[in-house]
């Protein structure tokens, strides 16, 4: 599964050469797009992009661990997590990417 990963380079990169923009309009483009997304989902909105998929926080609680090793439990705090839900279609996309 050795792969490149794609980067907010790549993505500005991407806008430059797909829309016109310059490359530091591009680059500036990229990184309002995604402080517009941190922000939200900071603020406890859902982030829902159409084909794509949706993001959101969900709040976990507390509870009681165990170290898998020592089998000793341990106190895990309540905390906040990130999710990623993919739509259909990116599923779909995904699946037949991994057939060709």
């Known amino acids: 599964m050795a792969g490149k990963t794609l980067t907010r380079m790549d993505l500005s ?34 982030v829902k992009i159409s084909s794509f998929g949706t993001f959101s926080v969900r709040s976990k609680t507390a509870r009681v661990g165990r170290n898998p090793k ?23 996309r995904v699946a037949t990417g991994n057939k060709g």
């Open 13 to 46: 990169e991407a806008v430059f050469r797909e829309v016109g923009l310059s490359r530091n309009e591009s680059a500036q483009l990229v990184e309002r797009v995604l402080d517009l997304m941190s922000d939200s989902l900071v603020a406890g909105e859902q």
């Open 70 to 92: 020592t089998g000793e439990e341990a106190p895990i705090p309540p905390r906040r997590v990130l999710t990623f839900r993919p739509s259909h279609l990116m599923k779909d």
